[in-house]
């Protein structure tokens, strides 16, 4: 580890106060700084006891009020005898931290739009409204590549499945998270999107060859690796083939998700690719975590590997006794601590979140503006340039009142059920929206249903009720599903689409961009990506005719097969 090279480039000076600080640690204060604690609310739990007693090196928030949040984050910040890191989920706007933040666009709507100009705006809205309340980090960008439409978690997170549209979104963002003195973190390395299936639940399995990989997500880490990127989160999947060429005769038994992988972390990221920086695992919670090794077992295989810090706990009294237990029994070497506290002390110190004296520098701001106003307008600016439309074989576009009077909505998806989806609702949203424009709407009703029109309704009386059906997906991509397909009610399907080839049809994704593969029959499909208010104002100018669609899709809306394309 050379601090005076990138992504430290520290000087002889730094470099001593650096080595001081971490000398002058204790373990219980070095084994804090490993751990990348989850955000704690004031209102249930004594901070500045919090901070004191664990000593974390990173604390990472959900969405919460900027108010509370600026106070929090400063109570936390003012206890740490090193500054923290503070981070976020800053993957679609400032929403990731402040509930009241800007939910800009998902990373696949700005690559809609074909210019990085709008990934820069992302992080710089992004970066501007996290630090107004103290936030230094983001967990962002995603350089993952949509290679599996299957996948239930990836699919409008990423930035599409072009390797070289990645690679130019992915660098705007990060330099305009920079501008605002938050760090990126790029994820989920060694790659999702491949595998149909999701991380939070098992480990999930990168499965390209290595010549593949190096072609694909390597070049992807290795361009980002040569800009000097500092910090890099890895993921609870396996990339066997890479395993098996750095380790010829590997057992399948031995095979690790890479967050337990020395030959993932410290063979292929550090020394093919040559990674210099800050190595963080994502959320140890993960199903796709506890499954690889025992808890007791993987928190110390985890610092062995090559990783820094450990993102939240299970108990988290139990995690750090793991971690200590082990260096007292020699499972976990003091030196390879002692060189993961020294990467954590070096990034806070190059990155600017820690002073040479060891103060905290780019505190939040004494009076909160989070130029809300602003930021909607660029947003809404990303809309006009991104909403999609697919195919609208019959010609049923635009939709006026005069030629559909009448509008069923049917919603899909519309519900919260966890997960730490971003959306909510949309129905009201649309309904109102169509309403403005002179349409009269009904909305389908899919917990009272007529049991005469699911059984027995014909042509002439769905057409008695309706001239135009107007489906909407609002089906988010979100942690722990093990789909985002469309999940018709079971009964008969009732809420399907069986007139589609007799009354004009129309269908819109706030989210998911594959719905074609369930419906590839309908006549007319629009990608819209995120279901904010702004989008949907501008899906609805595009229907009406209002607006030209201009968005270029980043991936397969086909999804490969001939029979969406009828």
Not at 91 to 97: A, H, P, R, T, V
Not at 192 to 198: A, K, L, P, Q
Request: glycine content about 8%.
């Amino acid at each position: 580890m050379d601090l005076t090279k990138e992504p430290y480039a520290l000087t002889p000076q730094q470099i001593r106060f650096v080595e001081r600080t971490v000398a002058n640690m204790g373990v219980d204060q070095k084994i804090g700084q490993l751990f990348f604690v989850i955000g704690q609310d004031e209102d249930l739990v004594d901070l500045k006891g919090f901070i004191a007693k664990y000593q974390p090196g990173g604390i990472m928030y959900r969405p919460d009020r900027a108010v509370k949040l600026q106070h929090e984050i400063s109570a936390c910040q003012n206890e740490s005898a090193i500054p923290l890191f503070v981070a976020a989920n800053l993957e679609s706007g400032g929403n990731g931290l402040v509930s009241e933040g800007t939910w800009f666009a998902r990373p696949m709507q700005v690559a809609a739009t074909g210019d990085p100009e709008k990934a820069h705006e992302l992080g710089d809205v992004s970066g501007y409204e996290a630090h107004q309340v103290g936030g230094n980090m983001s967990f962002s960008p995603i350089v993952d590549l949509d290679l599996n439409f299957h996948n239930p978690i990836m699919n409008s997170r990423t930035f599409g499945s072009d390797i070289n549209t990645v690679i130019a979104m992915s660098d705007a963002q990060i330099e305009g998270l920079k501008a605002n003195n938050v760090i990126p973190v790029a994820k989920h390395f060694p790659g999702d999107g491949v595998d149909e299936r999701d991380q939070h639940l098992l480990s999930s399995i990168n499965s390209l060859s290595t010549d593949e990989w190096m072609e694909s997500y390597g070049r992807i880490y290795r361009h980002l690796i040569e800009r000097n990127l500092s910090v890099i989160m890895v993921a609870h999947i396996m990339q066997p083939a890479w395993e098996r060429r750095l380790c010829e005769g590997i057992e399948d038994k031995d095979l690790r998700p890479a967050s337990t992988s020395k030959l993932l972390v410290d063979g292929l990221l550090r020394k093919v690719l040559g990674f210099n920086g800050l190595v963080i695992t994502d959320a140890t919670p993960m199903i796709g975590y506890n499954t690889a090794l025992p808890r007791p077992q993987a928190l110390p295989a985890t610092i062995n590997a090559g990783n820094d810090m450990i993102l939240f706990n299970k108990n988290i009294d139990e995690d750090y006794c793991y971690i200590k237990d082990a260096i007292a029994d020699g499972t976990l070497d003091m030196a390879r601590v002692d060189e993961a506290v020294t990467r954590i002390v070096a990034t806070k110190v190059s990155q600017g979140v820690m002073g040479g004296d060891g103060s905290l520098l780019n505190p939040a701001s004494s009076r909160i503006d989070l130029k809300l106003d602003e930021h909607k307008r660029l947003s809404a600016e990303v809309a006009t340039e991104s909403v999609t439309l697919v195919k609208d074989r019959d010609g049923i576009l635009p939709i006026t009142p005069a030629k559909y009077p009448r509008i069923r909505l049917v919603v899909l998806g519309d519900v919260s059920d966890g997960g730490f989806k971003e959306g909510g609702s949309v129905t009201d949203k649309f309904k109102a929206k169509l309403e403005a424009e002179g349409f009269k709407v009904t909305v389908f009703d899919r917990e009272h249903l007529d049991f005469h029109e699911v059984f027995e309704g014909g042509l002439k009386e769905e057409k008695a009720k309706f001239d135009l059906a107007f489906y909407v997906a609002n089906v988010e991509t979100a942690s722990n599903q093990t789909t985002t397909r469309l999940d018709w009610i079971h009964l008969m399907a009732a809420d399907a689409p069986w007139f589609m080839r007799s009354i004009p049809t129309v269908f819109v994704s706030t989210c998911n961009p594959y719905h074609l593969f369930d419906i590839p029959s309908v006549s007319t499909y629009i990608n819209a990506y995120t279901g904010n208010d702004v989008t949907i104002d501008a899906v609805i100018r595009k229907m009406t005719g209002q607006e030209e669609f201009v968005g270029k899709s980043p991936v397969d809306p086909f999804c490969g097969h001939p029979e969406t394309h009828l």
